[in-house]
């Protein structure tokens, strides 16, 4: 056990002090979001008492959140071109202090909307730009391992952080989690404004001739053909997402009965735990067997498995199946990301990177949507909405295939 973690640690101090300090920013970031996620619904709850209304207004809260994501996302890059990448991150830490306080101190629900609206701009404004000046920043190693490194930042936040919230949510005060969460935001737009003059003067500039770039004409041009598929698999995969996400809540809520803590524990393992354990493999294994590969295999193996979720009856296999799920389908999130990385080199990367969250948040606009109608259309027959919901994900396949690694 030593050994893992003296190589872990290595591994992680190999990229260096000002990379390390944008991985702290964007985990305490997604720390003090997550650590809300499962008490927003019981806030939801408060101000709402009949069931159908609570899972269609979570639904609706997800997809006003990820329209706000989306059309920051459309921006973000143009906005990263005239002020660079760190203003654009400086500006959405700005933002996300505002919006704990609103859910702190909110009266009804037009005050939780416009927090959401708020968070959803902040992720979307900043997420494209976190993740190019990362690659900017880091070594030129492996690409799927730098994006392992990078996705851990935003996976590990997400295993304490719903368990945390969902402790203080349960046992002191519903608004509670969102009052730590404002402290902790506050914390991350320190270190960042405390941090920004070195990640400025150590920004690394790719060579024109990079091995990170591809010869073909079309990876040297951002608008092209293989940018547009880039675009088509993220959409598909929000809209996945984005039609099984207030399901999978509205079954642990209402068909499995959890509580605040119970949830927070489920999405903690499922998603932080299991998500976070499939980066570093799924990196090793597309760099040894190639992106195409991994991506086809992993949702072919993953994606029947959230048919089997509708049929549990208590919290821990769901748990299991949803983990097991999660690992398998988020082996090929590098390997996706360090795709579009070597095809668009360092100039295009941060609009690649915009138009590709664009596409995905515009999936997850509609989906949960979708995804809360489908709820309380066929309820109490769960298979039907988890089954729609798996239709995205086996349309990725053909896409995928078009592409050349």
Known sequence: MAQVFKKLRAWFEGFGITLLVLWSVLFLAVFATSMCGPALPYLVRDFIAEEAVVVAMIGYLSSARNLSSTIASSVSGVFADKSGKRNVILASLCLTPIAFLLYSFSKDLCWVFVATLILGFFHGFSNPQFKALFVDLAPRTSMAMVFAFFNLSWILAEIPAPILGGFLSDVFNTKLPFIVAFGISVIALLIFVKGFKSMKDQTKIEPSNSSSMTDDSESQRPHGQVLI???????????????????????????????????????????????????????????????????????????????????????????????????????????????????????????????????????????????????????????????????????????IILLKE
């Open 229 to 399: 598929v880039f675009c088509l698999v993220s959409l598909l995969l929000g809209l996945g997402d984005g039609i099984l996400m207030p399901i999978i809540t509205a079954f642990l809520m209402f068909r499995l009965g959890t509580s605040s803590i119970e949830m927070g524990i489920a999405f903690s393992v499922a998603y932080g735990l299991l998500m976070a354990l499939s980066q570093v493999p799924g990196a090793k294994i597309a760099d040894k067997f190639g992106k195409k590969s991994i991506i086809i295999i992993c949702i072919l193996v993953a994606t029947p498995l959230s048919l089997l979720l509708p049929f549990t009856l208590s919290l821990m296999p769901f748990v299991v199946i949803l983990g097991l799920n999660n690992f398998i389908g988020y082996l090929w999130s590098p390997a996706f990301s360090a795709w579009i990385a070597d095809k668009m080199g360092v100039d295009a990367r941060g609009k690649a990177f915009g138009f590709t969250s664009a596409s995905y948040g515009t999936g997850t606009i509609v989906g949960p949507a979708i995804g809360g109608l489908l709820w309380t259309l066929f309820y109490p027959n769960t298979f039907l909405p988890f089954m729609t919901g798996t239709i995205p994900f086996f349309l990725i396949i053909p896409l």
